[in-house]
């Protein structure tokens, strides 16, 4: 009689548990958890659904506010934007990598899902450790960050081991928020003059302008943008479900010992 | 009449169809074949296709799908995978030299393996030295290398098939045995004799000696005192051998065995803790939390990251183990009965199979909702040569479940498995003292540490991941 009271209370508790999963599922099916947690920094679970993988998979994957707009593009001039943009190769096939936010594995992204349509990055990502590089600054030394580290000019080689070893210009590891791509050479010279496109004209001019004014070239962006990201605080608080869970551990064990202690 | 079980279980051998397959002499060779195969394509891409883990058959079939599934089937069947295992089944089939039929003679030198290795200290080791060697070389993410490893198994088995008596390698020597023995423990099936009595008055012990129908047991295990799931794997040969029709496959309570059986031993007991270690360590490394704690050591002590996992690795896996070796002190302490510390560290340690089981089955739920749907495009491509075979290799994909939905699966797994833990530290408590105020406060220490353990996998889920598959 015992053991079936307690199976009875271990049943109902899995039932709850389900009943609850159930619920969750159903409502993230239609978005209803979009300004929570990892999905405040996301255009809503719903929205994030329709475009997870393939050619089209940047449109959904965050805010279309965050970095320049949706990035749904149809066709592309070049082999170099369409991996910037799909993450997909000349062969249809999609491009290999390591590292990286977990979203990326989950629900596909490129170069512009991070840096942005027009590569300034600078604006946090959802489970990323480091700020997105500015991409229009690359072959030109500069200073980079908050902490006016000097980052030397990238050459095409440097920009290969950078994409695909993740090793910046001044041969520092970079934050393993940068996917290592494996891409092959012809690939990543399509990608590397497509970058170049990205560059700014007057980046020169710009950069002594933000020397002088004590601002790196992506510090405004970047400025206007963390504090988007302290809001949602996408990293570092804990999340409602596992503020709820530890409560049902603590409240739970509370009852269970009163009940135990009640049966011995 | 034969002695009433203390809960409910259903004998599915009830069923003709089920026993008849079960009795015939083919019914594993059927299963293992399939996986057989499997194996070989799994060998071939991952010496021949392309060495990129993400997009090769070998790495994605093995360690995101296969590793990830079967997890969950120790849960419900227990060791079923182990009745299909073609890296075991090479080295039975070698050493029988028959696929399924009944042989008199087998290949074998038949050596009896050595009396103190016969437990899990040494399956143990292999799996913490494989733990240990997947994050220092990438096992997990080269396909070439996951190739070489089952090569390395499959020769293993059969030599040490070849060598020792039946099952050696299975039994005391497979890393992922002892996890699966104790994971076994908690699962809602369970194969037992009928009735004592008939096997007692029975003289000829077909079961343990075999017979024209079939083997002796491979596992070494003997069905009349057999009391919980560890080792035994499904093959039938006992099904097949018993002349009294005595053996019931049932379905069952979960958890039954954690706290029913008479069976306990030290090196189960250690390996019950440290797979709470394990599990979570397992699920730390993966977050990003991880990485920048890793860059800020390596940056202080100016070692490279792959020594700094290395010292780190034991104490972190082997952190609760210690933790439990002082609780179990405490619980001797606030118990009057005087107990000893081994008596009271091995009976308890099997409460905590729950909580290193759910926080496993948690961390596969990524591997399995996340990037296991990645097996689609590549089945079509298994080699990674840019072929589209059955049309899905450019397919889009959409993940199973949203990353919120995951969490909240995950954590409710650990809590389920939280409160389980609870119920089977419970009962341990009751059979280990007739005075229930002092199982009572024995038990407390021990409760406090489950609480512990859950609140930390917890918090370990909490924190954003980065796969590394």
């Not at chain 1, 805010?63 to 249809?92: L, V």
């Not at chain 2, 065995?257 to 699920?283: H, M, N, P, R, W």
């Not at chain 2, 596969?364 to 059955?390: K, M």
Request: glycine share 8%; hydrophobic share 45%; charged share 15%.
């Amino acid at each position: 009689m015992k053991d079936k009271t307690i199976a009875l209370i271990l049943i109902i508790i899995l039932a709850i548990v389900a009943i609850v999963i159930g619920a969750t599922s159903y409502a993230d099916q239609y978005g209803y958890y979009s300004q929570q947690g990892y999905g405040s920094m996301m255009g809503g679970m719903g929205g994030m659904r329709g475009n997870m993988m393939g050619s089209g998979m940047s449109g959904g994957m965050m805010d279309p506010g965050m970095i320049g707009g949706g990035y749904s593009k149809d066709s592309f001039s070049s082999n170099g934007e369409r991996i910037y943009y799909a993450g997909i190769d000349s062969t249809g096939r999609r491009i290999g990598f390591e590292g990286g936010p977990m979203w990326l594995y989950m629900h596909g992204g490129s170069c512009v899902d991070c840096h942005g349509t027009n590569g300034k990055g600078g604006v946090p990502v959802m489970m990323g450790t480091a700020i997105p590089a500015d991409l229009t600054n690359l072959f030109t030394t500069h200073s980079h960050g908050d902490e006016k580290m000097v980052m030397v000019s990238y050459t095409d080689d440097f920009l290969k081991r950078a994409i695909t070893k993740g090793i910046n210009a001044n041969g520092e590891s970079l934050d393993p928020t940068m996917p290592r791509w494996y891409m092959p050479e012809k690939d990543l010279n399509d990608l590397i003059t497509y970058l170049k496109t990205l560059q700014t004209e007057d980046h020169q001019s710009l950069e002594e302008n933000n020397a002088t004014e004590g601002h790196t070239h992506s510090g405004n962006n970047y400025e206007e943008n963390v504090h988007d990201s302290q809001t949602n605080a996408p990293n570092g608080e804990p999340s409602k479900t596992f503020l709820a869970a530890v409560s049902s551990v603590i409240l739970g064990s509370f009852f269970l010992v009163q009940y135990l202690k009640s049966r011995m | 009449m034969g002695e009433e079980k203390e809960y409910t279980a259903g004998d599915i051998l009830k069923v003709s169809f089920i026993k008849r397959l079960m009795t015939h002499r083919a019914f594993q060779f059927a299963l293992q074949l399939p996986n057989f195969l499997v194996f070989i394509l799994v060998i071939l891409t991952g010496l021949f296709g392309i060495q990129y883990g993400g997009s090769n058959l070998s790495t994605v079939l093995t360690w995101v799908i296969w590793w990830a599934f079967i997890i969950f089937t120790f849960l419900f069947v227990g060791r079923l995978w182990c009745l299909m295992c073609p890296m075991g089944a090479v080295g039975e089939w070698v050493q029988r030299g028959s696929l399924w039929g009944r042989k008199k003679k087998n290949l074998s030198l038949n050596i009896q393996w050595p009396r103190r290795l016969r437990n899990l200290w040494v399956a143990t080791i292999f799996l913490l030295l494989i733990t240990l060697v997947d994050h220092i070389f990438g096992l997990v993410k080269s396909p070439m290398y996951t190739a070489y490893f089952i090569i390395l198994i499959i020769t293993a088995s059969i030599v040490i098939g070849l060598i020792f008596e039946r099952r050696t390698f299975c039994r005391y020597l497979c890393p992922i045995g002892g996890l699966i023995g104790l994971y076994s423990m908690f699962a809602s099936t369970e194969l037992r004799i009928k009735d004592k009595e008939v096997c007692k008055a029975h003289q000829g012990k077909d079961c343990i000696r075999g017979n024209e129908r079939g083997y002796p047991c491979p596992m070494f295990e003997f069905p009349q005192t057999l009391d919980r799931n560890n080792y035994c794997n499904y093959c039938a040969e006992c099904i097949k051998t018993c002349p009294k029709n005595n053996i019931a496959v049932n379905i069952r309570p979960f958890s039954i065995d954690l706290f029913k059986t008479k069976k306990k031993y030290l090196d189960e007991a250690a390996l019950a803790v440290i797979l709470v270690g394990l599990t979570a360590f397992q699920s730390i490394i993966m977050t990003t939390s991880w990485e920048n704690w890793m860059k800020a050591i390596t940056a202080a002590t100016h070692m490279n990251e792959n020594t700094v996992f290395s010292v780190l690795f034991l104490p972190i896996v082997l952190l609760p183990l210690g933790l439990y070796l002082i609780i179990s002190k405490v619980s001797i302490n606030l118990n009057e009965n005087k107990d000893n510390l081994k008596n009271v560290f091995v009976h308890y340690a099997y409460a905590f199979v729950p909580i290193g089981l759910t926080m496993h089955l948690a961390h596969n739920i990524f591997h399995l909702f996340a990037e296991g749907i990645s097996i689609i495009p590549i089945l079509s491509d298994p080699f990674g040569y840019g072929w589209n075979l059955f049309g899905t290799a450019n397919l889009n994909i959409v993940p199973l479940l949203t990353l919120e939905s995951m969490r909240m699966i995950q954590m409710s797994l650990v809590v389920l498995g939280y409160f389980t833990a609870v119920y089977v530290g419970y009962k341990i408590s009751l059979s280990m003292s007739s005075d229930k105020n002092a199982a009572f406060r024995s038990f407390l220490p021990i409760l406090l540490l489950m609480i512990t353990f859950a609140i930390i996998n917890l918090w370990i889920l909490d924190i954003p991941m980065l796969h590394r598959h």
